[in-house]
């Protein structure tokens, strides 16, 4: 008589059934952008609000477009020179099909060793794992060494985010709990207009069966009432890195925004909206800095902290 065996899914078996086939809309901006960039891109990750509504043309895509370059991927040596410096750039995108539907998009270059390096567990700056261990989509990879690479970088972030959660945590969790928590903690980080763990918590519910099974595969089993026991780990450590995110992770965040008002026209004004729809707080560039913002945005920068820009 044969035994049964009983085979857990890992991390991997989760995430790789999220690489589904895009849709025409979503190809079509992907080689647009590939076209802008020739030879440099090895391949996309999709992700944000509009992955979750893949046919709504009114949702911006996102993606970030992994490369082999930073000199050779931008045509301005500065604007190369600070995307090595604070990854990654970001730039703007629309295209209107046959049909006169609008596709908007906004992406973000970093290089393949900056985004492996960005989802390690050194990391620690939460912009990339935090992004990464979320739904997302890798869409066409260079080649099976580039998909490989991509795949253990999104699994060293699931576990990365895991691991600055369970020590902040005393008791018994439910999985939406841990991963709310964990995405609270990363959005007070950055510039985003999440505010509360209820928030944090409706964001993972839209996922909840997806997160469910990755703190399986982290944990094991809940118990009878859905609850996860977590390792006893020292909170001490962890809590500071916390603190130090919060510290740095916005006013780093903001150069980043800032940075990318020389990637469209107007776009420095969008920026300046972003900042003011998240802190209430705004300036008036000078004709010099509308015209050289990339060159002016330490500046800039220094004007929007001094100002609350970045509390």
Request: with cysteine; aromatic share 10%.
């Amino acid at each position: 008589m044969s035994e049964t065996i009983e085979v857990s899914e890992t991390i991997r078996d989760i995430l790789a059934e999220e690489n589904v086939t895009p849709n025409a809309r979503v190809t079509s901006v992907c080689e647009a952008i590939a076209a802008r960039h020739p030879n440099r891109v090895q391949a996309f990750m999709y992700y944000g609000s509009s992955l979750r509504d893949l046919d709504d043309a009114e949702k911006m895509l996102d993606f970030y477009v992994i490369v082999d370059s930073y000199r050779k991927t931008h045509k301005n040596l500065i604007r190369a020179l600070l995307n090595r410096l604070i990854p990654p750039a970001v730039y703007y995108y629309e295209q209107t099909d046959a049909n006169g539907v609008l596709s908007t998009c906004k992406y973000s270059i970093i290089s393949m060793a900056e985004f492996q390096k960005r989802c390690g567990a050194h990391a620690l700056l939460s912009m990339v794992w935090g992004r990464f261990c979320q739904p997302s989509v890798m869409l066409f990879p260079k080649d099976d060494l580039i998909a490989e690479r991509l795949m253990a970088s999104r699994e060293t972030a699931v576990k990365h985010m895991a691991a600055q959660i369970a020590p902040l945590i005393d008791d018994p969790i439910t999985s939406t709990q841990f991963w709310a928590k964990g995405f609270y903690e990363s959005y007070r980080t950055e510039l985003r207009p999440e505010s509360s763990e209820g928030r944090a918590a409706e964001i993972v519910a839209r996922y909840g069966d997806r997160y469910a099974r990755l703190t399986t595969a982290l944990y094991g089993p809940p118990d009878k009432d859905g609850l996860y026991i977590l390792p006893n780990t020292p909170a001490g450590p962890t809590k500071t890195n916390w603190l130090l995110r919060r510290l740095i992770g916005k006013p780093t965040a903001a150069l980043r925004v800032i940075n990318s008002a020389a990637t469209f026209d107007g776009g420095l004004d969008y920026v300046l909206r972003k900042l003011k729809n998240h802190s209430g707080v705004t300036i008036e560039p000078t004709p010099f800095q509308r015209k050289h913002p990339v060159i002016c945005s330490p500046v800039l920068g220094w004007k929007l902290w001094r100002k609350g820009a970045f509390s």
